[in-house]
């Protein structure tokens, strides 16, 4: 494109004569004045909530508030700009800020680190079902139109010192413009931001770059070489006359509280768990709104109020107290990775070429995870840990996280794009993907019921919730401060055996009637501990669900 547009010669003498002419100040400008205009939508909608529009005081609210926002970005963006850099550096924005409106309005997305964070690790298959039509409209006029103007506009040379000194006065300029609208804005402005923070992760393209700048400094301030050890006094006392351990830990992907038949659900979403004999936990909190951190979050000593990601990302996980403890762990994948998680212990994924009925188009349906479970068990390893990472419901595209035969709640959402279905298609796709989970978790519970040289058990838990439309709000990701429970409530199940009540001296009786009370995922990090005997520093009795029922 650059190419195309520097070729002057080979475009007409009368078409270039209209080919405006435009300093990088001005273009930068008119850029930045764009973003407050147009890419901003979710941020004008936030903070003119109550706002009259008839009314000469909402106008000159808005005009301070636009002031501000282009002023802000503008003084940052002219410290880049030059006569070459320019228009690259302004085409990179225009992407960014295209993409980020469309999320940030489509699905009510928020770009904080934690979202950037997400961004960075999604796969392409991942990436691939956000690609709609609907998006690549979006770019193609919010995107490719302008990068199309921008090219076509002239810049012309200028010596470097008269440039210096026209940056100088337009940077001097741009700050008393902004300190002046800052002063007549702080009024309504300031307690604005004391009362809706998350505001400033609709600041489009500026809550992207900053949050982008934060993720990338702390993975430069915190990445050691190796994880710091955690538990590494970690023993385990198996008796000759006790059958070996085996639990199997089900990950869940995206599955909500709210639409889990256990739960007193309107809707029969799990009929098949409903006559196993499991413990199902009705008061569930995440420990965040995403993968990227409840996942690791699940798996350390820490819980979401004493949250701390440094020390998440530097140390071991309860994968690796389980292994110095010398219990045989494996981590099977269906997802998008564990996270840093499984770094220490044995891993796979699951192989499509493996399961052809099971897999299409790279993707398996979480029977596969199940298959390759039962391939895996072997009778005499030892005490031993499986974790499945499902798929699950993880959205957009609900209706392809299930079988044909599981269509049973229609008329459903056959789209990435749910801005094309109605609320309620979106929640019989999403009920459907239950549905079929629960045929998933009751096939392992019934294949671990039938091991006769294990005392066996499974543990099933939600790494975070889904927003379905609810005040306008869809998938997950939300800041947790202001995330609704629609995403942070989460189910969760455990099922054991016979004999593993019997090893461990658990009453099945006392762990349901303790079953209402509020749980967290900071739970399960010293469940599985107390579940495997596992005597170590780390372990702390009190966030054992199971220990008063011993």
Not at 390 to 410: D, I, K, M, V
Request: with cysteine.
């Amino acid at each position: 494109m650059m190419f195309f547009f520097s070729q002057c010669r080979q475009v007409p003498g009368f078409v270039r004569q209209y080919r405006p002419r435009l300093l990088p100040e001005h273009l930068t400008l008119i850029v930045t004045l764009a973003f407050t205009l147009f890419y901003n939508q979710p941020f004008w909608h936030g903070a003119l909530v109550g706002q009259r529009l008839d009314s000469p005081d909402t106008w000159a609210l808005i005009a301070g508030y636009a002031t501000v926002l282009t002023s802000v970005q503008y003084v940052v963006f002219l410290f880049f700009v030059s006569q070459w850099t320019v228009k690259p550096l302004l085409a990179l924005l225009i992407v960014l800020a295209a993409a980020v409106s469309y999320f940030t309005g489509h699905y009510g997305t928020y770009f904080d680190t934690t979202m950037i964070t997400n961004v960075l690790q999604t796969d392409t298959q991942e990436a691939r079902e956000l690609f709609t039509n609907s998006f690549l409209l979006h770019m193609a006029i919010f995107a490719l139109l302008p990068i199309l103007l921008l090219f076509w506009v002239r810049v012309p040379a200028s010596s470097c010192r008269r440039a210096i000194l026209r940056r100088a006065g337009h940077l001097s300029f741009s700050v008393l413009l902004l300190f002046a609208s800052l002063f007549l804005t702080y009024q309504s402005l300031s307690p604005l931001m004391r009362t809706q923070p998350e505001l400033r992760y609709l600041v489009t393209p500026g809550n992207a770059i900053v949050s982008l700048e934060r993720v990338f400094t702390f993975r430069e301030k915190i990445s050691p070489q190796e994880r710091l050890p955690l538990g590494e006094d970690a023993s385990t006392l198996t008796r000759e006359d006790q059958k070996p351990a085996l639990l199997v830990l089900v990950v869940g992907e995206t599955v909500r509280a709210a639409n889990w038949g256990l739960n007193g659900y309107s809707r029969p979403t799990t009929p098949e768990l409903a006559k196993r004999n499991v413990i199902n936990y009705s008061d569930v909190s995440s420990c965040g709104t995403s993968t990227a951190v409840s996942v690791p979050c699940m798996f350390s000593p820490l819980g979401r109020d004493d949250y701390d990601e440094a020390y998440i990302q530097q140390h071991e996980s309860l994968l690796d107290v389980l292994t110095h403890a010398g219990i045989n762990v494996l981590w099977l994948d269906n997802q998008s990775g564990c996270k840093g998680v499984c770094d220490g212990v044995a891993s796979d994924s699951i192989s499509p070429d493996d399961y052809p009925a099971l897999c299409e188009d790279g993707r398996c349906f979480d029977q596969a995870l199940a298959e390759e479970l039962k391939k895996r068990v072997k009778p005499g390893r030892g005490d031993t840990v499986v974790v499945l990472h499902e798929l699950g419901n993880h959205g957009p595209s609900y209706y392809q996280r299930y079988p044909a035969q599981f269509r049973r709640f229609t008329p459903t959402c056959e789209s990435a794009d749910l801005g094309q279905c109605a609320q309620q298609e979106i929640i019989n796709s999403y009920d459907n993907a239950i549905l079929y989970n629960d045929r998933v978790l009751s096939n392992i519970t019934d294949f671990l019921g039938r091991q006769k040289d294990f005392a066996a058990s499974m543990i099933y838990l939600s790494d975070h919730g889904e927003s379905l439309g609810e005040k306008g709000l869809y998938l997950h990701g939300l800041p947790y401060a202001i995330a609704p429970d629609e995403q942070t409530q989460v189910p969760m199940i455990w099922w054991l055996s016979d004999a593993m009540r019997q090893r461990t001296g658990l009453d099945a009786t006392c762990l349901r009637q303790q079953a209402d009370q509020p749980r967290s995922q900071a739970n399960l990090f010293h469940t599985v501990l107390g579940l495997m005997d596992v005597t170590t520093t780390v372990y702390q009795p009190a966030q054992d669900i199971g220990r008063a029922c011993r």
